[in-house]
């Protein structure tokens, strides 16, 4: 009933791209964002949502390049993703909203809660790490992405991307996305800025997750003063897809208290 459909949105024009987001839930409700991992979309949140319309208003935002989002002809650039976000919370005039991000969402969603341009009241991010050095291993894997890498791994994600995207060209995300994942500069990770961060977070990660390690994960959390760490078993990069039913009980614990 309250799961993200790509039908039922808007766009924002934000220098050169179309920026879509769409909002599900309780019209009058606390405001609640969700934002995606890399390669994806916000359908992948529907298996939790459900659980948060009755009581929140739900707000989707597809990253640029990414959903129906399109990429525009700037760098993409974390830093960037998170001016997007900025820009859809200024249109829709939001004071107070919590965010539960993905992966990548959850890097924005840091840089967005350690900048303090616009206060954030609980963040929760999943799979998302605040680092990332020139020397760590991860370099290589993110650099070794290819499209058709990545078509043959994630078939789905593939084909959700070419069902939605009004411009899509996956050869020219992949050549977008990889500089963005593997950048040490200031436009990229949040890095020592989240000691900045001042509202609640809950860092969540899968207990296989192979991109975000035990050791970085309680990094994250301890740097940060209002922080609690959820570890979930059985689960990989993407526990609110693989089992949500283990995460949500923890989500509403999180935002109702």
């Not at 976000?85 to 249109?91: C, M, N, S």
Request: glycine share 10%; aromatic share 8%.
């Amino acid at each position: 009933m309250f799961g993200f459909n790509h039908q039922d949105g808007s766009y924002l024009e934000i220098d050169g791209a179309d920026i879509y987001y769409e909002i599900r839930g309780k019209a009058n409700g606390y405001p609640l964002i969700f934002l995606h991992g890399g390669l994806s979309d916000i359908e992948t949140f529907n298996r939790i949502v459900g659980d948060f319309g009755n009581t929140y208003q739900l707000i989707g935002i597809d990253s640029r390049g990414q959903g129906k989002s399109t990429l525009g002809q700037g760098n993409l650039t974390y830093q960037r993703l998170q001016q997007d976000v900025e820009a859809v919370i200024k249109r829709l005039g939001l004071k107070k909203f919590s965010i539960i991000a993905h992966s990548d969402g959850g890097i924005v969603a840091l840089r967005l809660a350690a900048a303090g341009i616009i206060p954030v009241d609980k963040t929760v991010v999943i799979g998302a790490g605040c680092t990332l050095q020139e020397d760590d291993p991860m370099q290589e894997i993110l650099k070794s992405v290819t499209a058709e890498g990545w078509r043959a791994m994630l078939p789905d994600s593939y084909n959700s991307y070419h069902r939605l995207n009004p411009q899509a060209d996956f050869n020219k995300l992949i050549d977008s996305i990889v500089p963005m994942w593997t950048d040490t500069k200031e436009s990229g990770y949040p890095n020592q800025t989240i000691r900045k961060i001042v509202g609640e977070l809950l860092v969540v990660r899968g207990d296989n997750d192979r991109l975000v390690s035990r050791i970085h994960a309680a990094e994250l959390a301890d740097q940060v003063p209002h922080s609690c760490l959820l570890n979930i078993p059985f689960t990989e990069h993407s526990p609110h897809e693989e089992k949500p039913e283990l995460l949500v009980p923890f989500l509403k614990e999180f935002l109702l208290n």
